[in-house]
């Protein structure tokens, strides 16, 4: 279908990457005429949550309800420590990753929805299994998962968002794609459509309902000049082009309350010669995500995070924005031979910063930028710190630190003196932002006064209240999930009713 031949519809969907998609599905299934309106090209179609790992955290007491999600074989049942991932664990990480910020009452939905809403879209045909690859330690012959994050879609983000839109088209629910939402058609009170655009062409469609699901702004350098600061419209950013913050500026031009952390992002280490955008073909490969294992170090030599405060899951969101900070916007992230092989496969791709050397006399000549003397002297530092005396421990926060140094690594400590040496060179790569428009926990966009605004619903990125500083990995799409499928069922509800 294209825009000339859409003129009205149930439910408007704004996007097309995960929310939108589940929005859409939920709607549907309520039995009311959907359409989704997607701004990319087909080929580009899908959002950030094409290029995701397709990690969705979820809450667990045991083997038998992670089974509602994923297959698991009973040589994986024998061989695997899952561990249980309760649903008081999984508020408290959220609690602590957001400096306790976080809407309580939009989080506890997400936590306790989370499992549910992933089971009911494994039952729509979506395939979960579990991401050995990625957050499994082997312990001897068997394997521990770490950081409460077991879950993921098949076939990562590609995978995932490939199902939803199958499942899309076989429910018969149409995608325009190349076609963007530019405004709401906002009268007497109540959302009634949106104007949308494709080409030259421009047009309203009518609606009982919409949802916005079409993302944050972190692909827009104004805005994130703006509200994330200076500096921010440098950062290189991770995934789609197309997440420009319409969403959040078509609901702020009817009166939705601006919510969140409009001064946060989630942003990692990524390659220092990454491509501005995200690209398709490469995928998140440029994420370097095990500095856990080495430290990191900046232009002056010097140290400047706990690299080993928490598992990676805990503060890879936050470390971008200090790579950030810090002069020239890079780091290193350095690595002895005894630890070289537990570096995660994203360092052994082609398209790779990297310098080797045999001695670190050497490998501080080859870091381009940074002051030699003093890294020197920081490594050496650093080495003296380690406590040698607490066995290195990769499944659990070991202890393992050091004593003495003005800033101390907490956990997985080890002297970097075995050659040969590796460091990895970084920047900032924006993920999304936090800030955005309000929502209820019915997922209705509300009102500088705090009530709803009658027929707009939203999901996903574009929600703030959820994240602040940082976030627990796998919790944006399972955030998606949960309150796209709460806004696509709340929406066909209001435009039944309405
Ligand atoms: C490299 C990378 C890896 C990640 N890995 C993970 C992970 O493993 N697990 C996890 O939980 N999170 C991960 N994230 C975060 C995750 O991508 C987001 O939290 C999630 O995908 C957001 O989903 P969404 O549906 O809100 O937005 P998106 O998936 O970004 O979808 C927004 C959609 O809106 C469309 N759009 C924008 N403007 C308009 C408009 N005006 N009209 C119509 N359409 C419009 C866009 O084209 C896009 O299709 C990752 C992100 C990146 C970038």
Request: include cysteine; hydrophobic fraction near 40%; proline fraction near 4%.
């Amino acid at each position: 279908m294209q825009l000339k031949d859409c003129q009205n519809a149930d439910v408007v969907v704004v996007g097309a990457g995960n929310a939108a998609l589940c929005a859409a599905l939920a709607a549907h299934e309520a039995g009311v005429r959907v359409v989704i309106l997607e701004k990319a090209p087909e080929s580009e179609s899908g959002g950030n949550s094409y290029f995701t790992g397709g990690a969705f955290r979820i809450a667990h007491d045991n083997i038998g309800q992670l089974r509602e999600v994923l297959d698991i074989s009973e040589e994986e049942a024998r061989t695997t420590d899952f561990g249980m991932y309760s649903e008081s664990k999984f508020l408290d990480d959220v609690f602590k990753a957001t400096e306790y910020r976080c809407d309580p009452d939009l989080v506890e939905i997400l936590v306790r929805q989370s499992r549910h809403t992933v089971s009911w879209l494994k039952r729509k045909g979506v395939r979960f299994e579990p991401t050995y690859h990625r957050q499994a330690v082997k312990v001897g012959t068997s394997f521990r998962f770490i950081g409460g994050q077991i879950c993921g879609a098949s076939g990562e983000g590609e995978g995932l968002v490939q199902s939803q839109h199958a499942l899309a088209q076989r429910a018969g629910v149409p995608i325009l794609y190349d076609t963007a939402a530019v405004s709401l058609l906002y009268r007497a009170g109540q959302v009634r459509g949106v104007v949308a655009a494709s080409g030259q062409e421009q047009r309203e469609i009518t609606a009982g309902a919409v949802v916005l699901a079409c993302g944050g702004f972190e692909s827009n350098a104004e805005m994130r000049a703006r509200y994330l600061g200076p500096g921010w419209d440098l950062a290189k950013v991770r995934g789609t082009r197309y997440n420009m913050g319409d969403g959040i500026a078509m609901a702020l031009n009817i009166g939705a309350m601006p919510y969140g952390h409009w001064s946060g992002a989630h942003a990692v280490g990524w390659d220092l010669n990454a491509p501005p955008f995200g690209d398709r073909k490469i995928g998140d490969v440029f994420q370097k995500h095990s500095y856990p294992y080495g430290i990191m170090v900046n232009a002056n030599g010097e140290r400047f995070v706990d690299e080993g405060s928490d598992f990676r899951n805990f503060t890879y969101a936050k470390y971008g924005q200090e790579i950030l900070k810090q002069p020239g916007m890079f780091a290193w992230q350095i690595f002895d031979s005894k630890m070289t092989h537990l570096l995660r496969d994203q360092y052994r791709v082609r398209q790779v910063t990297k310098v080797e050397a045999m001695s670190l006399q050497e490998l501080a000549q080859e870091l381009e930028g940074v002051d030699k003397t003093r890294l020197l002297e920081t490594i050496s530092k650093y080495n003296q710190a380690v406590r040698q005396d607490i066995p290195f421990d990769l499944a659990v926060k070991d202890g393992r630190c050091t004593v003495g140094l003005p800033i101390p690594k907490s956990n997985w400590a080890n002297t970097i003196d075995t050659p040969p040496f590796q460091a990895y060179a970084v920047t900032c790569g924006i993920t999304c932002t936090f800030g955005g428009v309000q929502i209820s926990p019915r997922a209705a966009v509300q009102n500088v006064c705090g009530k709803d605004i009658p027929g707009l619903y939203a999901a996903g990125e574009m929600v703030g209240g959820l994240f602040y500083f940082n976030c627990p990995s796998g919790t944006g799409l399972v955030a998606g999930a949960v309150f796209g499928r709460i806004a696509g069922t709340e929406a066909a509800r209001f435009c039944k009713h309405n």
